[in-house]
């Protein structure tokens, strides 16, 4: 049985290995030259276009409304548990990604929170870490790449948008599919032979919630003060990668500008 087990294993980590090199196939072709910095490049604009009115359509109809629900009947302190333990969940992602970034030192501070929060946080339910001076950072491919890229960071290549996921690039769709394939958590239930049902589809259906939540009153502002609502989205995603990846390269610390972003999403 335990023989078993490690086939089962191994051949997720294989699985895992081909899609990272394709991840990484694509991102490097994403950046091998600077398209510019001054303006997104879409190519795909009609298309996306077109993806991004049926994600409208079903944010009005679905998500917008459960969002709003969440954020005004969920208790704030519900609302913060399961906020952490969506964090606590892609800890391990993110020492991953601090590791090839070189930065071993923090990756260990990572685990460290995630070792902390799983266990005496009750599953990260509780952010103990914290107050224990370990402090939080997020980090994914897209980003790795973008720091190590020789290109502006406004750069992520062709602009995209992701059916149901919103406003992307290259780089970082590439770095979602990378991170999905690393993610330990992902691999240990493909062993476990766990239905995808029962541990990807609670998590993604609570991170899109929990995203929407906090960006409900900045999304709305932006509609709202935009004429074409589809160019600001794509305009906004852009420089708000940059930033972040900009900060990075000049090794800057950027969570707390992130923070008051985070506060704001949620004033009602």
């Not at 899609?19 to 994403?30: D, I, P, Y």
């Not at 998500?63 to 913060?80: C, F, G, K, S, T």
């Not at 960071?153 to 590439?174: C, H, I, Q, T």
């Not at 929407?212 to 003060?225: I, M, Q, S």
Request: glycine fraction near 8%.
């Amino acid at each position: 049985m335990a023989e078993g087990f490690l086939k089962t294993m191994a051949a997720g980590a294989r699985r895992s290995t081909v899609a990272v090199l394709a991840a990484a196939a694509l991102l490097g072709g994403c950046a091998t030259g600077d398209t510019g910095a001054n303006e997104p490049w879409d190519p795909l604009e009609t298309p996306n276009r077109f993806i991004f009115s049926i994600n409208r359509a079903v944010d009005i109809i679905a998500i917008r409304p459960i969002a709003v629900l969440y954020r005004d009947w969920m208790p704030a302190r519900a609302q913060r548990g399961i906020h952490n333990v969506l964090d606590n969940l892609g800890e391990p992602v993110t020492a991953i990604n601090e590791v090839v970034q070189g930065d071993p030192s923090r990756a260990a501070t990572t685990m460290a929170r995630f070792l902390v929060n799983s266990t005496i946080g009750l599953a990260g339910i509780f952010d103990v870490a914290t107050s224990f001076g370990l402090t939080h950072t997020k980090e994914g491919a897209g980003n790795t790449v973008g720091y190590y890229a020789s290109v502006e960071p406004e750069n992520g290549g062709f602009y995209m948008v992701l059916p149901l996921a919103g406003p992307s690039n290259a780089r970082d769709a590439a770095g979602l599919m990378a991170d999905y394939a690393v993610d330990p958590f992902r691999i240990l239930t493909f062993a476990l032979n766990v239905d995808w049902l029962l541990y990807s589809g609670p998590r993604w259906g609570a991170t899109v919630v929990d995203v929407r939540t906090r960006t409900l009153f900045a999304l709305d502002d932006l509609e709202k003060n935009s004429v074409d609502y589809y160019a600001a989205l794509r305009s906004a995603y852009t420089q708000q990668r940059a930033e972040i990846i900009r900060q990075k390269r000049e090794k800057t610390d950027p969570r707390s500008e992130l923070q008051r972003r985070d506060n704001l999403a949620l004033v009602r």
